[in-house]
Nanobody, 120 residues
Framework: QVQLVESGGGLVQTGGSLRLSCTVS????????FGWYRQAPGKQRDLVAY???????NYADSVKGRFTISRDNAKNTAYLQMNSLKPEDTAIYLC??????????????WGQGTQVTVSS
């Protein structure tokens, strides 16, 4: 009933750009926080970017100045604009959202992930 769907991944050359999107559907009332994470094969999952309900953001040092997280509350969607991509950005990118339901309860949900591959 609550589902997150990511899109926008793909294969790009070094220096290229991609824009990822994460759309929440179902019984959502409001979305408190969005986070974009990434995980490369054999490595742990790391937080890439975060945006709060009031729009404050945080970024991993490795992507500062290159990535921008944003949200469109009317569309229940978060975005990750990725510029100046490097091979080390190659990973599965996953969206996480903390959702507040109509009854006031909160829960965290994950999307299925979208593959980003940056070639040298």
């Amino acid at each position: 009933q609550v589902q997150l769907v990511e899109s926008g991944g793909g294969l790009v050359q070094t220096g290229g750009s991609l824009r990822l999107s994460c759309t929440v559907s179902g019984s959502t009332f409001s979305i408190n926080n969005f986070g974009w994470y990434r995980q490369a094969p054999g490595k742990q999952r790391d937080l890439v970017a975060y945006i709060s309900s009031i729009g404050s953001t945080n970024y991993a040092d490795s992507v500062k100045g290159r990535f921008t997280i944003s949200r469109d509350n009317a569309k229940n969607t978060a975005y990750l604009q990725m510029n100046s991509l490097k091979p080390e950005d190659t990973a599965i990118y996953l969206c996480n959202a903390v959702v507040e339901r109509l009854d006031g309860t909160k829960a965290s949900f994950w999307g299925q992930g979208t593959q980003v591959t940056v070639s040298s």
